[in-house]
């Protein structure tokens, strides 16, 4: 009898039209869902967004604001991976670092502007002269650097030569002066005992 009771009960509660008390609950547990994606959504969109502005401020610090070049914390941090995987598998690895000869001699001559251009004209013309696994970065002032992995010195040296004879046979015009600019190198390729900062020095 009761239950039979029940079926009638709702029986009638269905044909008045009057909602179960189940579909309340469900239809709020529906509401509260969608409010929890939206929630959801609006997170990751704001977590999206930090992502790339971490990511643009972590270029920022990698990158010379003049040339466009990476920088001497680039550097420091390729060298090191390099470093890893020559100690690890024996890859060889080299590095080249240049200076602008007679730099001081474009920014007493000409102004800072002469010099900077001088550096950006530089970085230009090294940048053509690179293989795609090559990394470029101004180390600072006129000072410039290559890493070159999977290189042993021989090689190394040709690449130094290529980059000099790309700098020397590009003339720089800057206001009506046209500029002959030159580079000097050290190649060095690690070797047994060194650290980074000793591969460098060398």
């Not at 997170?43 to 990476?70: C, F, N």
């Not at 598998?89 to 920014?107: A, C, E, M, Q, R």
């Not at 800072?112 to 795609?132: E, I, N, T, W």
Request: charged share 25%.
């Amino acid at each position: 009898y009761k239950r039979q009771g029940l079926i009638d009960g709702d029986s009638a509660s269905a044909g008045t039209g009057v909602a179960p008390e189940g579909s309340h609950w469900m239809r709020d547990v529906l509401v509260s869902n969608e409010h929890l994606r939206l929630k959801l959504q609006d997170a990751e969109r704001m977590l999206a967004t930090k992502a790339k502005e971490v990511e643009g401020y972590l270029s920022e610090a990698r990158t010379d604001t003049l040339t466009g070049l990476p920088n001497r914390r680039a550097f420091d941090s390729e060298l090191g991976r390099r470093f890893a995987q020559w100690q690890r598998y024996g890859t060889p690895l080299s590095i080249v670092i240049l200076d602008v000869d007679h730099f001081k001699k474009f920014n007493d001559t000409w102004g800072h502007q002469a010099g900077d251009f001088v550096l950006q004209g530089v970085a230009k013309s090294l940048g053509r002269a690179l293989r795609d696994s090559d990394l470029l970065v101004r180390l600072g002032g006129e000072e410039l650097a290559v890493v070159l992995p999977s290189t042993a010195i021989d090689d190394a040296a040709i690449a130094a030569q290529r980059f000099c004879t790309a700098v020397r046979v590009e003339q720089l015009e800057f206001e009506g002066q046209v500029f002959q600019v030159t580079v000097s190198v050290g190649v060095a390729q690690a070797i047994e005992g060194d650290d980074a900062s000793t591969l460098v020095k060398r």
